[in-house]
């Protein structure tokens, strides 16, 4: 069987995503399950590339059916659009923003028309992208701006932990207010749909209560009783899996240890903290509903470290390996 191609936009070239790029692609097991290809910029890769001490290739390519897919090996869409004398690591850069976010569109062209089935995303930096004129909240929002699809759906997976989010960068004011019982069911189901592209045959999926242990039928808030439990039993007399609220401070170990496929997170921190006090190394971000599979580190630009030589590749080793796992049922399941 063939492998897939998984691309990958290299990210704010000041930060480090070059870095753990390069640390990554140099190991012996880089392409063992899909053929990768970098969007970026040569000169800032070839930099890193001596930065960590590593002796790397660099194969500027100009479509995926040109790479050399072997350990040690970058395979390159080079749009060479960094200015080298005005560079530096560390700092936010209006030539920075707007090379990563060039970085995505093409990563984003070669998955639509290019015969890419994956993208795995490094880092960017949001006040880069401001600088640049991009007027964004991060790669998420660009895609769904690249690719029309309004509302993806944001997974993280950690060993056998996969968190779900019903909202994500939103105060926490605004999160509570956007609970409501069409929406939880919407998400449960968007969820199950999800697991079953994963492979997962029965989904058994759960909910996490939002208030103090789910609100004590009222007394420390009302949510669960009027939105969350209503909503979880309409799905669950249609067929679906589906336990819930359950506290947040037990829900999410009970997922970690194997009681459930999917928990659905009701607001940013609470699946954030869960999953990475897990493992911060092993978390990845997923984004279901696009045209294609998206996996993400789940780490910033560490501009304080970056040019150093000490970022670790980790998270970018983990992206990879569940792009290349998950890549075939997403495309064919979406195609």
């Known amino acids: 069987m063939s492998k897939e191609y998984v691309v990958i936009p290299m990210g704010d070239p000041a930060g480090i995503g070059p870095e753990i790029v390069v640390k990554s692609l140099n190991k012996s097991t880089a392409y063992n399950d899909a053929n990768l290809v970098v969007v970026g910029d040569r000169n800032i890769l070839k930099k890193a590339a001596e930065i960590d001490k590593i002796d790397i290739k660099i194969n500027p390519i100009k479509d995926l059916a040109d790479g050399d897919y072997r350990p040690g090996i970058i395979n390159l869409i080079d749009l060479h659009n960094v200015e080298m004398s005005t560079f530096e690591y560390g700092k936010v850069q209006a030539q920075c923003g707007q090379a990563a976010y060039d970085y995505i569109k093409e990563s984003h062209r070669l998955c639509i028309e290019g015969g890419a089935a994956a993208m795995t995303t490094t880092t960017i930096n949001k006040e880069a992208l401001k600088a640049a004129g991009i007027n964004t909240l991060g790669h998420t929002d660009i895609l769904s701006s690249l690719t029309d699809v309004k509302d993806p759906l944001t997974m993280f ?122 493992d911060p190394d092993l978390t ?50 979406q195609a």
């Open 157 to 278: 997976q950690v060993h056998k932990l996969r968190v779900f989010f019903y909202s994500k960068h939103v105060s926490l004011r605004k999160a509570c207010d956007l609970i409501t019982k069409e929406g939880i069911k919407n998400y449960i189901h968007r969820m199950v749909d999800a697991l079953h592209t994963m492979g997962v045959d029965k989904p058994h999926v759960a909910v996490a209560g939002l208030n103090p242990h789910c609100g004590e039928h009222g007394l420390f808030g009302d949510e669960e009783v009027k939105y969350i439990t209503p909503a979880v039993e309409e799905v669950k007399s249609e067929g679906v899996d589906v336990t819930g609220p359950i506290g947040a401070d037990s829900v999410f170990y009970q997922a970690l240890h194997g009681r459930y496929d999917g928990v659905l997170s009701l607001y940013h921190d609470q699946g954030h903290i869960a999953t990475k006090t897990v």
């Open 284 to 333: 990845v971000s997923f984004t279901h509903n696009l045209p294609y599979l998206r996996t993400s580190v789940d780490h910033g630009t560490a501009f304080d470290i970056a040019g150093k030589g000490i970022a670790r590749e980790v998270s970018l080793d983990e992206a990879i390996r569940l792009a290349a796992k998950y890549a075939s049922a997403f495309k064919y399941s």
